[in-house]
């Protein structure tokens, strides 16, 4: 297969790894991108995967609270960021927001075939249609999550104005502002710290087997570890696991508003919990974020217009 460079340039966009170092990875893996991904990585190239793809579609997330215990997040996408600023576009997703919070339908095919809320003569779906008309650019209801908390509450919180729309669930005998401010402070560090995981005990051994073989190849090519005994280098795995997990789970991050630098989000929970005579504990939480693990197509404006023209 041919490796391009604009093939290079979305690798290196992911990956954070120098050019040649991308160029090489795509050779080796025949251009396949997620395959050209875990080469790097096994290699210590790849600074960091920062989505699971590129984030390129434009849109807007946006969020939907019945009460303390019932909220909705849904994602809408756009073709260009000057539609998602536009105020008919950003109407049209709350109303999506409020039909996904009223709704009991459990994947959006489902969701698509209700009746609108805003006009029971048409589904969702014809809703979506009428609006794409209107706007003039492709539309799409790409995703959406309802969140009902039995036993506790449930926080939202919206980041760069549509950007993240991240919900909080917690099972709890104490609903207070208390509870609900610290509940959104968490919120806020899920939007920015992206965990993938509640706590270590949701990490399934799959997960952890994976990031093992990566570490273990990431040792052999470290020339600090050569020659070392194979019982040095399980330990050097076990311990880089340790802190990886440290990163994606919520409660054994780092709490962001620590004022020692040190305190985790499962201290800082108890902490607010004791203070609230109060039975806390996070249940789950649902990160949105728009365009996450769409490919944009690029389009070339001069190209295009030749085309047009006929040249």
């Known amino acids: 297969m041919a490796i391009t460079a604009a093939m290079v340039k979305d690798l290196r966009e992911m990956t954070g790894a120098g050019m040649m170092?991308?160029?090489?990875?795509?050779?080796?893996?025949?251009?396949?991108?997620?395959?050209?991904?875990?080469?790097?990585?096994k290699n210590g190239q790849a600074k960091?995967?920062?989505?699971?793809?590129?984030?390129?579609?434009?849109?807007?997330?946006?969020?939907?609270?019945?009460d303390d215990k019932t909220a909705a997040v849904v994602e809408v996408n756009s073709e260009t960021d000057f539609v998602a600023k536009n105020e008919d576009f950003q109407a049209y997703v709350a109303a999506v927001a409020e039909q996904a919070v009223n709704s009991d339908a459990n994947d959006l095919d489902a969701f698509l075939a209700e009746s609108w809320r805003a006009d029971s003569s048409k589904t969702v779906k014809d809703a979506l249609v009428d609006k794409i008309a209107v706007i003039g650019e492709n539309l799409s209801i790409r995703r959406?999550?309802?969140?009902?908390?039995?036993?506790?509450?449930?926080?939202?919180?919206?980041?760069?104005?549509?950007?993240?729309?991240?919900?909080?669930?917690?099972?709890?005998?104490?609903?207070n502002d208390a509870v609900k401010e610290a509940l959104t402070n968490l919120a806020m560090q899920i939007a920015a710290l992206n965990p993938k995981y509640v706590s270590t005990d949701e990490v399934s051994e799959e997960y952890k087997e994976h990031e093992k073989e990566i570490l273990k190849a990431q040792i052999a090519n470290d020339p600090k570890m050569a020659?070392?005994?194979?019982?040095?280098?399980?330990?050097?795995?076990?311990?880089?696991?340790?802190?990886?997990?440290?990163?994606?789970?919520?409660?054994?991050?780092?709490?962001?508003?620590?004022?020692?630098?040190k305190q985790t989000v499962a201290k800082y929970i108890e902490e607010v919990a004791k203070a609230n005579s109060a039975d806390l504990k996070?249940?789950?939480?649902?990160?949105?974020?728009?365009?996450?693990?769409?490919?944009?197509?690029e389009e070339n404006f001069a190209e295009e217009v030749a085309k047009q023209m006929g040249q």
């Open 21 to 41: 170092d991308c160029k090489k990875a795509l050779n080796e893996t025949n251009g396949d991108m997620d395959a050209a991904v875990e080469y790097l990585r």
């Open 48 to 66: 960091a995967e920062k989505k699971a793809g590129r984030i390129a579609a434009e849109g807007l997330c946006r969020i939907a609270v019945k």
């Open 282 to 297: 996070i249940k789950r939480f649902v990160r949105f974020e728009t365009g996450e693990g769409i490919e944009k197509k």
């Open 144 to 175: 959406f999550e309802k969140v009902v908390a039995e036993n506790g509450c449930v926080v939202s919180y919206v980041h760069g104005g549509g950007r993240i729309g991240v919900l909080v669930e917690a099972e709890t005998n104490v609903v």
């Open 227 to 261: 020659g070392k005994p194979d019982k040095v280098i399980e330990g050097a795995v076990v311990g880089r696991l340790a802190k990886e997990l440290k990163e994606v789970c919520l409660l054994e991050q780092v709490y962001v508003k620590a004022e020692d630098g």
